[in-house]
């Protein structure tokens, strides 16, 4: 059975929606995944289940409204997709909490970054339904524009890693 990692938008994030990771795991486990497990408070959350990806995106998502009031963005990739986002990371010289991986419900497309501003010198790069960006200073003080971001939800390299890790040892247990 697949193993899959969903990361909630706008969860537990500056105040907005608060969803506490044990009512996460409990809404999952209502739809049927199993091996539930979540990451640390930003809306992490990995398990099994025999569906296609984008049934379980859809079906969580649309759970998750239901229990929130509203739809809070829910993007799901496999282990073997979050390794190779963590692989293909731009910006070698960047610190892993400075680069985020801003994850997209679909492929952006080709123009997505024509128009970012970028006044701290932030940098970004595309790829498929992620997008990369190097903050020099930081995410919480960038002035950063960039509409392409809007319906995403970001992670820290260091955390994208850590789930890839974890999805592994799901795996594992085979």
């Given at each position: 059975m697949p193993v899959y990692v969903a990361l909630l938008r706008a969860v537990n994030v500056g105040g907005t929606s608060s969803l506490p990771m044990a009512e996460l795991k409990t809404v999952c486990e209502g739809l049927g995944f199993t091996e539930v497990k979540t990451y640390i408070?930003?809306?992490n959350v990995l398990f099994r289940s025999d569906e296609a990806e984008k049934t379980v995106e859809e079906r969580l998502d649309e759970a998750l409204g239901k229990k929130m009031g509203k739809r809070p963005g829910v993007m799901v990739r496999s282990r073997k997709e979050l390794d190779k986002i963590a692989a293909d990371a731009p910006f070698p010289e960047a610190k892993p909490n400075?680069?985020?991986v801003h994850f997209l419900p679909e492929k952006a497309p080709g123009d997505a970054l024509?128009?970012?501003v970028a006044p701290d010198g932030e940098e970004a790069k595309l790829a498929g339904r992620?997008?990369?960006?190097?903050y020099p200073n930081g995410s919480g003080r960038s002035k950063l524009k960039?509409?392409?971001l809007k319906p995403a939800t970001s992670r820290n390299l260091n955390t994208v890693r850590k789930l890839a890790e974890l999805?592994?040892?799901?795996?594992?247990k085979d």
């Open positions: 408070q930003s809306g400075f680069l985020l024509e128009k970012m992620e997008i990369y960006v190097h960039l509409s392409a999805a592994a040892a799901l795996e594992g």
